[in-house]
């Protein structure tokens, strides 16, 4: 087996934590290799200290596999990996069965995802040392996980930076091109053959069920009360407040008043969801912050993106959990929808903003950030005061401070005051390895806004 040895000068990564071993860190390889191959690496006073595959054609040299110079490579030690990866979501994550299964670098099998989509798994082989190890990574996943069918969604542009082909294929069974997943007490139909990724973006789980308690409370700010209400089935106060002597108050059973809800006209409200949210969801793909917004009782939800096949698998997801009625599509750009409609004077409870990253390389930082700061912005004056903005970044390249110092700028403009009531990351599907920053890519967070004025 070859050897790479590491530079005297480099930085520690690989003992705190750190997989990839970039070319720059390397002093020599010692040894035959072909791209693709295990070797060891040691350190430059020749300590092992593991073993992963070589690809001197890539920046990312190396990405160790093991620990462990004396642990095989072989079939056992992915039955053994994906068998920890699977306890991991079992003892963690709500529903199993529907949720990221490998997550690369953070389940110590760097350059390989699998999603679980019930009895499919999709998979995406990202590097040339996991291609080469593709049926070891095959007959792992049938004996720990014995799935009906194996999707690969190998058409990821960074295989090619790897020198792999981009394609999409059958790897074993029967693979439907779409599925019905469960999350959150939610069903969703899945396109696993041309929706984006994998089909189904399982790391804002967790984001997705925080909007709960944005839902209700509303009734009032609406100008909605609960108000007492006549034998005659009208409320039993005038529009004035004072009672009626014409009417005998409408009890229940245990001779208490009826309570009902009453609009500022004086009608009685039939509207179930009268004291619910009424929501913007801008960016909303398939609709999964749409369907957990009706679930927790918004009253109306505006769906909003660019993608009319988005918008019409959006519009199925609504229709299947019963949400239809309350729910307005609209296929249209993001940044002139929000800029339009605070031309318009539109308003709503809550915003949500959950945009596609915009920032791929290093290079694009200055660019998202003015994105960001876009949406953000008019998003916020899209708030009605007191309510909340839900703003999301999947861009890795702009850091968490970034983020929300481009917020602050967006509301200063906005003239508008943020507290921030949630911070969240990535869900507990996808782990992050202690000294991985590539792995804190999400941030997500819930804003209430006021004027500032």
Known sequence: MARVILARNRKKRLEAGHPWIFQSEVAEVQGECEPGDIVEVSNHQGHLLGKGYINPHSQIMVRLLTYNPAEPIDLAFFIRRISEAVSLRERFVDNPRYCRLVYGE?????????????????????????EKMREWIKQALLEVLQPKGIYLRNDVPVRELEGLPLTKEVLYGECPREVVI??????????IVE??????????????????PLMTGWGAKHGITLQPIAADGKPLLDR????????????DEQGEA????????????????WDGAEVLDCFTHTGSFTLNACK????????????????ETARRNVTMNGFLHRVQFVVANAFDYLRESVEAGRSWDV?????????????????????????????????RPGGYLVTASC?????????????????????????????????????????VDEGDYLKFAIFEVRDRA
């Open 395 to 435: 861009s890795y390249h702009v850091s968490a401070a970034l983020f929300l110092e481009t917020i602050q700028d967006a509301a200063f403009d906005a003239k508008k005051i943020l507290r921030l009531i949630e911070w969240r990351g990535a869900g507990k599907d996808h782990p992050r390895i202690s000294g």
């Open 182 to 191: 469960e999350e959150n007490g939610l069903r969703y139909v899945v396109d």
């Open 240 to 251: 004035q407040g004072v009672r009626r002597t014409d009417a005998a108050p409408l009890a």
């Open 195 to 212: 929706g984006q990724k994998t089909g189904f973006f399982y790391d804002q789980r967790e984001n997705r069920a925080a909007i709960a």
């Open 351 to 383: 915003v949500i903003l959950d945009p596609p990253a915009f920032a791929k390389s290093r290079r694009a930082v200055p660019a998202a950030c003015r994105g960001y700061k876009d949406i953000n912005l008019h998003g916020m004056k899209l708030v």
């Open 106 to 130: 953070a389940d110590f099998l760097p350059g390989l995802i699998v999603d679980r989509f019930g009895d499919v798994l999709v998979v995406q082989i990202l590097s040339l040392g996991m």
């Open 296 to 311: 927790h009782g918004a009253k109306k939800v505006t769906a909003l993106d660019i993608s009319e096949h988005a918008i």
């Open 258 to 273: 009826v309570l009902l809800p009453v609009d500022r006209r004086g009608k009685v409200v039939k509207n179930p969801f």
